[in-house]
């Protein structure tokens, strides 16, 4: 199975601050993907990673407050742009890989104050 | 939106009976994956099946794909409390190759 860490685990953050996710993947992930998973609710896709270019975002969720890096295959960031309580969720790094199988990251539990 | 919506969103069984989840999709996919998540932590891989299969198995999970009525199954045999979790149904569209996740079925096996 494919290997994918992410971190920080968990982070307390102040309103009105940011907070970036890393998320290393090993080299069978083909595709990465952000999810964010509120409180008793499902996962949803904020976005797609794309290797050296912009990603590709889903409705509702706009660059300025996610922007997301991937500079290589095997590596991607978001950003959690000026955070508001609302923004307190899981994040998830998901890799795809060439078998179609997608593998998690161990998620980000964000905190806004 | 998201596509997969599973059915019941919740369900309650006695340990040892079996248990039934189904899932509907709305779009083509490549193909349909079932997740577990234990209360508080992440999400776990349980079983992929493909467009072009109709059924999987994995241990006590049978999974069922009908791909004309855009819908799938999963059934946990001879269920155990450690079966407690939620599940979900996840997709991956034949167009950007996004997975989505449905709401999830919640399940509750009685000792």
């Known amino acids: 199975s494919a290997v994918i860490s992410q971190k920080p685990s968990r982070d307390i953050c102040q309103r009105g601050t940011s907070l970036t996710i890393q998320c290393q993947v090993d080299s069978q992930v083909t595709m990465m993907f952000w999810y964010r998973q509120q409180p008793g609710q499902s996962l949803t896709l904020i976005a797609t990673a794309n290797q050296g270019s912009e990603a590709t975002y889903e409705s509702g969720f706009v660059i300025d407050k996610f922007p997301i890096s991937r500079p290589n295959l095997t590596f991607s960031t978001l950003t959690v742009s000026n955070m508001s309580p609302e923004d307190s969720s899981i994040y998830l790094c998901?890799?795809?890989?060439?078998?179609?199988?997608?593998?998690f990251g161990e998620g980000s539990r964000l905190t806004v104050l | 939106s998201q596509q997969g919506e599973e059915d019941p969103q919740a369900l309650s069984i006695q340990e040892g009976e079996n248990a039934t989840m189904n899932c509907s999709y709305k779009?083509?996919?490549?193909?349909l994956q079932w997740y577990r998540q234990n209360s508080g932590r992440g999400l776990v891989h349980l079983i992929l099946?493909?467009?072009?299969?109709r059924e999987k198995h994995s241990g006590r999970l049978r999974v069922t794909l009908d791909t004309s009525k855009k819908s799938s199954s999963l059934l946990i045999t001879a269920s155990r409390a450690a079966d407690t979790a939620s599940y979900f149904c996840a997709t991956e569209d034949t167009g950007g190759f996004k997975t989505i996740f449905g709401a999830g079925t919640r399940l509750f096996v009685k000792a």
């Open positions: 099946i493909r467009s072009n299969e």
């Open positions: 779009t083509s996919i490549n193909n």
């Open positions: 998901l890799g795809l890989t060439n078998t179609g199988e997608l593998f």
